[in-house]
Every structure is written in C-alpha cells, then in structure tokens.
C-alpha cells in the first residue's frame, strides 16, 4: 500500500483492513502477541527473471501501533486514532523507505553509477524513451534498466531487446516503486561501474514523487497529448524534478498543447526548472538529453574519482 495516498489496499482506519495475505505467515490473532516482523512484502522471481512482488507494506515489527490483544473490537469508529495511526504507519513506512534510498544512493556513488528516476503519467513515452535512448547510445555509455508497472514484463522485455540489461519489477496493486525494490532490483542486475542506471517507475504523476529512490535526478516526462495544466494538478511531481522533459513534440501540429503555456506553469511550481523538448520517435531533440545524460555521469565519475582518492 502507499502511505501518501493509502492506495493499494492498503490501511484503512476504523475498519481494519490492512490488505495482505495471512495464509502464508500463520500467527495467532488471538493471543495478543503480534511480533512477528515480516519484511512488509512477499516477493518472488518468475522464469524470465521479473521480480514479482506483492505490496503489502505494513510494519508489524514491535512497537507498531497494531494490536490484536483483544477481540477485534474495531468497530469504535475512533477517527482521531485511526487517522494518527494511519499517519504513524505512514511515518515508519517513509522513514523505511529514505533509509534504503540513503543506502542506494551510498551504493550508486560508490560506482559511479549514474541513476536517473524516471516518471509520468502512463502513455507519455518513457519506454519507448528509453528504447531510443539505450539504442543511441549503445556503445558510448554501459547501461541498465529496471522497469516498474503494476503488471506484466513487456516493458522490460522491450528494452531487453536492444541487448541493455533490464529487471521487471511488479508492483501488483502498489502505485510507484520504492527504495527497498530498487535495492533488490540493482542486487539481481549487478551494477557496471561508471554506468547509466535508468529507473522506470510505475506511470503515475502523484505516488512516485513521494518516494525516494537513491536516484541522482527525477526527471519527469510529460507529452503534448497530456494536458498542459499537469503541473499545477500534480505540483508534488514538479516541485521535486530536476529535469522536464516535453515528449512528443513531433505531434505538435494535431495536438492543442501550448508548450511554453506549461513550461510557464511548471517553473511556477518549480522555478529554474529545465526543459528539454524531444521527440522518442522522430529523434528531434534527443542530443540536448544525451548531453545531459552524459554530465550526470561525469559528475558521477567525478564524484567517485573524489570518493576513492
Ligand atoms: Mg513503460
């Protein structure tokens, strides 16, 4: 479940639902002695190499606020409790989350590697970005790839097939990756030094922005199919972006989108904010991203030249 928006099936106060599986953990809910500590997920590796992982990520560790000590008694209708435990649980699920990013982050810098989250809305392009990208690329930069969607290999498999290393992660009903899937991704990948690691995450333009990846920078993709006005719906996503990238623009003749409208919009949720406007397809702009791709991994090279030295 997410702990911004409590998507996901996750908690929902008042009424005791927390959305996972008990058949494969049996505990007693009628002792009172709740300590079992389950690492908040289940997670397993299907034949094509994809990470399946089921989100249900509540903390049962002890001195979580969840106490089956009596009879399910749930029914009290206490909104002031059930809202400040929601928020408890969604404090230690983000504390959980930053502390793996923390790890990540020490990780990627140890080896240069330079890890660039990716988002949007579904639909506005970054796999078929990506695609381009690595295919240009192929050569010049080492690179890697982890894909998240709530279902399905496909996207993994497209950037398999320009010969880059890619891991599907399935989030099942969870909308956005977190820093714990990442970890366990870049684990089963290997990591090439002084590399690209490109972090697809889960087409959403509100979730993703709340969870901290270790990435270096957030760029975010938003194509003139979409409406202008995503920046200021969605402020979250924008405010935390290094990068705006204006997929699509090859459509720009059909389409009512009025790019400097939003880029105007954008820089009033985020001032400074860069702008690139590419097209994955045609390839119009694609060398102003590639020289921003390949900065960060100077800067990561640098970094770490810093690091060891
Ligand atoms: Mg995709």
């Known amino acids: 479940m997410c702990g911004v928006c ?13 959305g996972h599986d008990h058949g494969h953990h049996d505990h007693d809910h009628t002792t009172g002695d709740h300590h079992h500590d ?5 997670e397993h590796v299907g034949p ?5 992982r089921h989100s249900h990520e509540h903390d049962h560790s002890p001195g979580h606020a969840h106490d089956h000590g009596h009879d399910h008694d749930h029914g009290h209708g206490a909104d002031e409790a059930g809202k400040s435990r929601l928020l408890r ?13 923390a790890a990540n982050r020490e990780l990627f810098a140890a080896a240069g590697v330079f890890a660039v989250n990716l988002m949007s809305s579904p639909g506005a392009g970054k796999t078929t970005l990506l695609v381009r990208t690595l295919t ?7 690179a890697t790839v982890i894909e998240g969607d709530q279902q399905t290999s496909l996207d993994a498999d497209r950037i398999r097939a320009t010969g880059v290393p890619a891991i599907q992660v399935n989030t ?21 030094p002084e590399s690209l690691l490109f972090i697809e995450n889960v087409g959403n333009l509100v979730c993703p922005a709340g969870f901290d990846l270790g990435e270096a920078k957030r760029v975010v993709v938003l194509s003139t199919t979409e409406g202008e006005d995503k920046p200021l719906k969605y402020p979250g996503m924008f405010a935390g972006a290094d990068l705006l990238l204006v997929n699509k623009i090859d459509l720009l003749p059909y389409v009512t989108f009025d790019v400097g409208r939003m880029i105007g919009y954008a820089r009033r949720i985020k001032p400074g904010l860069q702008v690139l406007e590419v097209s994955a397809t045609t390839g119009a702009g694609l060398t102003a991203w590639y020289d921003w791709l390949a ?7 640098r970094r770490r030249g810093h690091h060891d030295h």
């Not at 404090?91 to 959980?96: E, F």
Request: a negative charge; hydrophobic letters at 35%; one cysteine or more.
């Open 6 to 18: 409590g998507c996901g099936g996750g908690i929902n106060p008042g009424t005791h639902e927390h």
């Open 38 to 42: 389950h690492e908040g997920f289940h």
């Open 48 to 52: 094509d190499g994809a990470v399946i």
């Open 89 to 101: 649980v969604e404090q230690d699920i983000l504390a959980k989350n930053n502390a793996y990013a």
């Open 136 to 142: 240009d690329l192929k050569g010049r930069h080492p």
């Open 172 to 192: 099942g009903t969870g909308c956005h990756l977190d820093a714990l899937m990442v970890t366990r991704a870049v684990g089963r990948l290997g990591l090439p």
């Open 295 to 301: 900065g960060g991994l100077d800067a990561a090279h």
